[in-house]
C-alpha cells in the first residue's frame, strides 16, 4: 500500500511538472505561470534588430557624405599651401598676402567643421544606442508581467568553447551565468517582437530621428 501511494505521488508531481517542461522547450511559458528569472542576450539583440541596424546604417551613410566634404575643403586647402609655395606670388605682396588670409580662414572653417561634425555623430550615435535600449527594455518588461517573471538578467549566448582569444575566453569563463535552462532565455521571444512592429520608413529618417513609423 505505501509503495502504491508513493509510486501516485511520484507520477502525480511528473504530470504537474509537465507543462513546465513544454513550455521551456518552445521558449514561451504559459500565460499566468509563474517564473522567477529570465535570462536575455543583449549584445544578440542590437544585433538582429533591424531598426538599430537601419539607424547606424543611416548615421554611417551621413558621416560618409560629411568625409567627402571634408576631403574636398582639405583639397582647397592643399592647392592654396601649393600656390604661397610654388613661388607664384612673392611672399609680402598683396596677392600673396590675401591667398595666406584666405588659407588661414578656410583653415579654421575646416578645423570648426571636423569637430562639430565629430560631436554631432557621437551624439546622434549615442541617441540611437539609448532609443533602442529603452525600447528594448519597455518591451523586455511587457514580455516579463505578461508571463510573470521577477527579474530578467543579461547574459550572453556565446559559449567558452566558442574562441580561442584568451582574453575573451577569461571574459566568457568569468560570466555570471554559467548553466541555464533554454526555456527562461527570452532573447528570440523579444526580438521576434520588436521586428514585427518594426516598419522601416520610406524615406531615410533625419538626423537624430528613432522613430517608429
Not at 82 to 93: A, I, P, R
Not at 106 to 111: A, D, G, I, M, N
Request: charged share 25%.
Amino acid at each position: 500500500m505505501k509503495r502504491f501511494t508513493l509510486l501516485t505521488l511520484c507520477l502525480g508531481m511528473m504530470l504537474s511538472l509537465s507543462p513546465r517542461v513544454t513550455s521551456a522547450a518552445e521558449g514561451q511559458p504559459a500565460a499566468g505561470q509563474k517564473k522567477s528569472v529570465g535570462l536575455i542576450d543583449m549584445a544578440y539583440l542590437f544585433k538582429e534588430y533591424k531598426k538599430f541596424a537601419d539607424l547606424r546604417d543611416q548615421l554611417r551613410n551621413d558621416i560618409k557624405g560629411s568625409d567627402e566634404k571634408a576631403k574636398q575643403m582639405g583639397e582647397q586647402l592643399q592647392a592654396l599651401q601649393k600656390t604661397l609655395k610654388d613661388g607664384t606670388y612673392k611672399e609680402g605682396t598683396p596677392e600673396y598676402q590675401k591667398i595666406e588670409a584666405q588659407l588661414i580662414a578656410q583653415s579654421t572653417q575646416f578645423e570648426a567643421f571636423r569637430k562639430t561634425q565629430q560631436r554631432e555623430y557621437l551624439r546622434r550615435e549615442s541617441k540611437i544606442y539609448k532609443d533602442i535600449y529603452m525600447e528594448v527594455v519597455e518591451a523586455v518588461g511587457q514580455y516579463a508581467s505578461y508571463y510573470q517573471y521577477d527579474v530578467i538578467i543579461r547574459f550572453s549566448r556565446d559559449g567558452v568553447g566558442e574562441t580561442d582569444n584568451a582574453q575573451e575566453l577569461i571574459q566568457n569563463m568569468n560570466r555570471q551565468v554559467v548553466w541555464h535552462n533554454q526555456g527562461i532565455d527570452i532573447t528570440e521571444a523579444v526580438l521576434k517582437y520588436l521586428n514585427s512592429k518594426y516598419t522601416p520608413t520610406a524615406t531615410a529618417p533625419g538626423a537624430g530621428d528613432t522613430t517608429t513609423k
